[in-house]
């Protein structure tokens, strides 16, 4: 980006990041929300707008123009934009030349209709179309409605050079993948995604090396479903078998793909997220083990622990395979953690097949979890041919004891963590104490101890004393 430069500011005890380019004059303020793939996009586009006169800003109050990058997995994510939108139309009654966009998701799940629900809104794009945002700005100038939601086979701003704007300075995400091919009928994803493609992992690795020159120490590889990564020298990934025998023959997985970055920088610890059970591969699991750098953790989505609710999610995988692959994950990695995705109250789901998640649970007993009752999502298989028919009651008591048993496996794996020493990389202030710092261990559990003469990107070997029901206490070992 030239002559770009990251300024940390402070903001209610928080470091934030802007990107600042020397004789830019326009404001950008941006906000994101939903997964991490959102967060990593939003950096992407300010990193495309920083080169057409935009710096960013943290004060609303001030700005050119306000992007909000919104999800769509649940109903609750996208009443949160139209609340956000709301705050905006405030400032822009005292800021009435001030532009409001709608980016991500949301966006392309509504189209054009973003337009006309919402009067604030003077351009929508999706994720695949951040590169036309030059030219959709210059429409909304001229008065013109700027809608671009086309879905891409082969866009993955493999060239764009995020501006770290939701960094810590010490870890960062790099995408490897966009778009997902699974089809679970809950989801949007794909609708507003697209399919799955991989990006040139040349071009990852380059910008992995531009990260540890930057004195970063955490790299965590990005996708809707890393596991599935596969680069063949371009395309959807469901055309593979369409390549030339060349092309499949040197094509390059992710367990390879994760080899390649441990290999090249040991010294650098590299997570991944999100994995999809049916494509772990044990060359995934192998490769973890056989790198100290690669952390010990997985995140590992299981929706539901009844085979027969999974067939309606149309997860290709069914319980037994999902305690497969976790006792394969057990034996290889026996010190590694494993976080999980669930959604209760799915259409149809009997009490039996809820008792079959919290028996699943008590196998597993993850380390920690996100966890939602069903909420139907417009366009999906789900609300076009099944019936959302488990009652709210319902609902919140089984999400309620899903939470509960969560909670009590979290809460005893963080305890066996008490009397041994383990390795932090500290990542800042606590919240609750500016005399302790707080990092995280290889097993992607929250670590708080006394401040001495450590910094920010320190690896540190801290002794548990104690732990609260989310958080490692220790001291300096």
């Given at each position: 980006m030239g002559s770009e430069k990251i300024i940390e500011e402070k903001n209610q005890g928080q470091a934030l990041l802007?990107?600042?380019?020397?004789?830019?004059?326009?404001?950008?303020?941006?906000?994101?929300?939903?997964?991490?793939?959102?967060?990593?996009?939003?950096?992407?586009?300010?990193?495309?707008?920083?080169?057409?006169?935009?710096?960013?800003?943290?004060?609303?109050?001030?700005?050119?123009?306000?992007?909000?990058?919104?999800?769509?997995?649940?109903?609750?994510?996208?009443?949160?934009?139209?609340?956000?939108?709301?705050?905006?139309n405030a400032v822009k009654k005292i800021n009435p030349t001030m532009k409001v966009?709608?980016?991500?998701?949301?966006?392309?799940?509504?189209?054009?209709k973003f337009l006309e629900e919402e009067k604030i809104v003077d351009l929508v794009v999706g994720p695949d179309a951040y590169r036309d945002l030059p030219n959709l700005l210059d429409e909304v100038e001229a008065g013109r409605d700027a809608v671009n939601v086309i879905l891409s086979k082969e866009e993955t701003y493999a060239d764009v050079s995020?501006?770290?704007?939701?960094?810590?300075?010490?870890?960062?995400?790099?995408?490897?993948?966009?778009?997902?091919?699974?089809?679970?009928?809950?989801?949007?994803?794909?609708?507003?995604?697209?399919?799955?493609?991989?990006?040139?992992?040349?071009?990852?690795?380059?910008?992995?090396?531009?990260?540890v020159e930057k004195?970063?120490?955490?790299?965590?590889?990005?996708?809707?479903?890393?596991?599935?990564?596969?680069?063949?020298?371009?395309?959807?990934?469901?055309?593979?078998?369409?390549?030339?025998?060349?092309?499949?023959?040197?094509?390059?997985?992710f367990s390879q793909l994760l080899d390649i970055v441990a290999t090249t920088h040991p010294k650098i610890r590299i997570r991944f997220s999100t994995s999809n059970p049916q494509d772990m591969s044990l060359d995934v699991i192998k490769t973890m083990a056989k790198h100290n750098n690669i952390c010990k953790y997985i995140h590992l989505p299981v929706q539901s622990g009844s085979t027969s609710v999974l067939k309606r999610m149309n997860r290709q995988h069914t319980r037994e395979e999902y305690i497969e692959l976790i006792d394969n994950i057990r034996k290889i990695l026996p010190d590694c953690s494993i976080s999980q995705d669930m959604i209760t109250g799915f259409c149809g789901e009997?009490?039996?097949?809820?008792?079959?998640?919290l028996?699943?649970?008590?196998?597993?007993?993850?380390?920690?979890?996100?966890?939602?009752?069903?909420?139907?999502?417009?366009?999906?298989?789900?609300?076009?041919?099944?019936?959302?028919?488990?009652?709210?009651?319902?609902?919140?008591?089984?999400?309620?004891e899903i939470i509960q048993l969560q909670r009590k496996h979290g809460l005893k794996i963080l305890e066996e963590f008490i009397g041994k020493t383990v390795e932090v990389l500290i990542e800042g202030s606590s919240k609750k104490s500016d005399a302790h710092w707080k990092g995280r261990n290889s097993q992607n559990a929250m670590v708080v101890f006394p401040k001495g003469d450590e910094k920010i990107g320190d690896f540190?070997?801290?002794?548990?004393?104690?732990?609260?029901?989310?958080?490692?206490?220790?001291?300096?070992?």
């Open positions: 802007t990107a600042q380019k020397e004789g830019n004059t326009k404001k950008l303020y941006i906000e994101s929300y939903g997964c991490q793939m959102n967060l990593n996009d939003s950096e992407i586009v300010a990193s495309i707008l920083n080169g057409q006169g935009y710096n960013t800003t943290h004060l609303i109050e001030e700005a050119d123009l306000v992007l909000v990058n919104t999800c769509s997995i649940r109903e609750k994510a996208e009443l949160t934009v139209r609340k956000r939108l709301e705050k905006y966009g709608v980016l991500g998701c949301m966006a392309e799940r509504l189209k054009a995020p501006v770290r704007l939701n960094s810590n300075g010490v870890s960062a995400f790099v995408s490897i993948t966009r778009g997902c091919d699974n089809m679970c009928t809950f989801c949007v994803v794909p609708f507003t995604r697209g399919r799955e493609r991989s990006r040139d992992p040349k071009s990852i690795l380059e910008e992995v090396n531009d990260l004195g970063y120490k955490e790299i965590t590889l990005l996708g809707q479903n890393v596991d599935s990564y596969l680069w063949y020298g371009g395309g959807l990934k469901k055309d593979f078998n369409k390549a030339s025998e060349i092309a499949q023959a040197t094509a390059v997985d009997t009490e039996e097949e809820h008792k079959d998640t028996s699943l649970m008590e196998y597993v007993k993850y380390d920690f979890g996100f966890m939602f009752a069903y909420s139907e999502r417009p366009g999906t298989p789900a609300e076009k041919r099944m019936a959302d028919d488990v009652p709210n009651d319902v609902k919140k008591r089984r999400l309620n540190v070997n801290i002794y548990i004393e104690d732990c609260t029901s989310a958080t490692l206490l220790g001291k300096r070992k």
